[in-house]
């Protein structure tokens, strides 16, 4: 008896259906990760220069940023003068 490789994946791919809600999650997301991904090309910048330049409001900034962050994406930069904050810049 031959093994089918992905027999259990393509079960419960048909099985299941994925919500309209999660699609829409996943593309909000991808949206503004690489809004965020952009941002960073030209230069590290902060939490608050993300979200002045982005116009969104900065606790929706940490979470996309940190999810970034844990996924290897972004990396965090240098502190700045003041020590009171982390600019953010894309890992290499």
């Known amino acids: 008896m031959e093994i089918e490789k992905g027999k259990t994946y393509k079960y419960l791919r048909e099985k299941r259906e994925v919500s309209q809600a999660a699609k829409d999650?996943?593309?909000q997301f991808i949206k503004i990760k690489k809004l965020i991904l952009d941002a960073?090309?030209?230069?590290?910048?902060?939490i608050?220069?993300?979200t002045q330049k982005l116009?969104?409001?900065s606790?929706?900034?940490v979470y996309y940023l940190m999810s970034l962050v844990k996924y290897g994406f972004v990396q965090i930069g240098a502190v700045d003068d003041m020590d009171a904050y982390f600019s953010y810049?894309?890992?290499k």
């Open 89 to 91: 810049k894309l890992k």
């Open 59 to 61: 606790n929706e900034i």
């Open 40 to 46: 960073l090309q030209e230069s590290d910048l902060t």
């Open 48 to 50: 608050e220069q993300l």
């Open 55 to 57: 116009n969104m409001p």
């Open 25 to 27: 999650n996943l593309k």
